[in-house]
Each structure stands twice: as structure tokens, then as C-alpha cells.
């Protein structure tokens, strides 16, 4: 009998993407019955340091051996493929894909590649200050030959808190503030853009934004879905 793979979800980068990804899992599986779902084991550490801190050099506390930890847990616990839906944790990701011994999926550079499949030429990035200042979602777009921009200053300080302000506390989001800071990107030239924070994943859940964003959680469930023998259905 061939050993059912099984998803390891690194989470609690907050708690609610990661209740958010498991829930799009389930909603986008084709099952008639429990067992047709995908086997997963969930980490969901809250008491992890916080990522943009750490890369904007705002705090010692480096969230590495915490998401190490967490994943040999995972490991521990059957999981032969990982997902960490944090973008910005994603800063550790050459360090913990070469710490583990299974397959760790890379959100962003899957998340620029479905952009770029599907024409985009210039991507705006809204995403945390730390994802920024990692250029993780820059490095990507170099790779796959795109063109990028990020919100002006003022604008960033808005998206950063609508995250933070907002969203990590419960609220839904200010669409004044996160409405200026997407025109910006138009203005930049860009033909898409990225909801490269998972919080603002939330925002496309509550607020119905249209095709103009691409979300990286969509496309990390698919990628998830799809790494354990699953087609999806529903996106």
C-alpha cells in the first residue's frame, strides 16, 4: 500500500491565515466523504517572534529555531510536504528547506510564477515591511524576468497598518487605506498585484476583490493540494 502523503502546515504566522488555509483546503478539495480530504498536521505556535521585527532589525529574536523546531515536529508527525503560509517568514526559507529532510513549499516564487503565467508583466507587491526590505517577492520577479513596484512610503505605512492594526487585531480592513495604496501600484504601471501577506488573503475573503490581485494563499493551497495527489476544484 502506497503511504498517503501528508501536508504539514507551519502556522500560528498569524493564526488567522493559518485557520484560513486549512478551511480553503477543505473548501477546494472534491470529496463526498472525511477520507477523500488530504491527511494534515497543523503547527500553529502564536508565541513565535515576529518575523517583520526580526528582519527590520526591530527585535533580537530570531523566529528561525522556533520554525525549525516546528518543522522537525511536523516531520515527527508524518508530514512528507510543508507549507508555511507567512510571506515573510519566508526570508528563512533557503535556511529551513536545507534543514529538513522534506519538500518545503517556496509561496512566493509559486506565487510569481502563476503571475507570470498569466501575463503579468510588471507586479505590485503589498506585502510587510519586512517582506519588502528581504525583497523576497524582488528576488522572485528577477528570477522569473518581471518587472515590480512597491506602494510609495506613505502608502506602505497604510498597508502595513492594515495588517497590523487591523487585520492581526481582529478588524476588517480600512478599504480607504488599502484601496490608495493598490491605485498607487495602477499608477506604477503595474498589471496585477500581490496580496504577499497572508493577512491580506483576509481581505480578498471579506471584501471580493477582483482579478487585478493575485493572492499567494490561493496559490499555496493548490500547490499544497496539488503536492498531495489532489486536483482542486473551485478556484
Not at 507551519?10 to 493559518?18: I, K, Q, R
Request: glycine share 8%; aromatic share 6%; charged share 20%.
Amino acid at each position: 500500500m502506497t503511504e498517503k502523503p501528508v501536508l504539514g502546515i507551519l502556522g500560528g504566522l498569524g493564526p488567522a491565515a493559518s485557520c484560513y488555509l486549512y478551511q480553503m483546503l477543505i473548501d477546494h478539495t472534491p470529496a463526498v466523504r472525511d477520507q477523500d480530504h488530504i491527511d494534515i498536521v497543523i503547527s500553529s505556535r502564536a508565541s513565535t517572534p515576529d518575523r517583520t521585527a526580526f528582519v527590520l532589525g526591530q527585535s533580537e529574536e530570531d523566529p528561525f529555531a522556533v520554525m525549525q523546531q516546528d518543522g522537525e515536529s511536523l516531520v515527527h508527525y508524518g508530514a512528507t510536504v510543508l507549507a508555511i503560509p507567512c510571506n515573510t517568514a519566508h526570508y528563512f526559507y533557503d535556511r529551513l528547506a536545507a534543514a529538513l529532510p522534506v519538500p518545503v513549499l517556496n509561496m512566493p516564487r509559486l506565487t510569481v510564477a502563476e503571475a507570470k503565467a498569466a501575463g503579468c508583466t510588471k507586479l505590485g507587491i503589498l506585502a510587510t515591511d519586512g517582506t519588502l526590505l528581504a525583497e523576497t517577492y524582488q528576488l522572485m520577479c528577477r528570477e522569473a524576468g518581471i518587472d515590480w513596484a512597491v506602494p510609495r512610503p506613505d502608502y506602505q505605512r497604510d498597508v502595513m497598518s492594515v495588517i497590523y492594526d487591523q487585520i492581526k487585531q481582529g478588524h476588517r480592513a480600512d478599504m480607504r487605506m488599502f484601496n490608495a495604496a493598490a491605485e498607487n501600484l495602477r499608477a506604477q504601471g503595474c498589471d496585477r498585484a500581490v496580496l504577499g501577506c497572508t493577512e491580506l488573503s483576509l481581505v480578498k475573503r471579506d471584501e471580493g476583490l477582483g482579478p487585478f490581485f493575485i493572492d499567494s494563499t490561493e496559490v499555496l493551497c493548490r500547490h499544497a493540494l496539488e503536492a498531495c495527489g489532489v486536483t482542486p476544484i473551485g478556484f
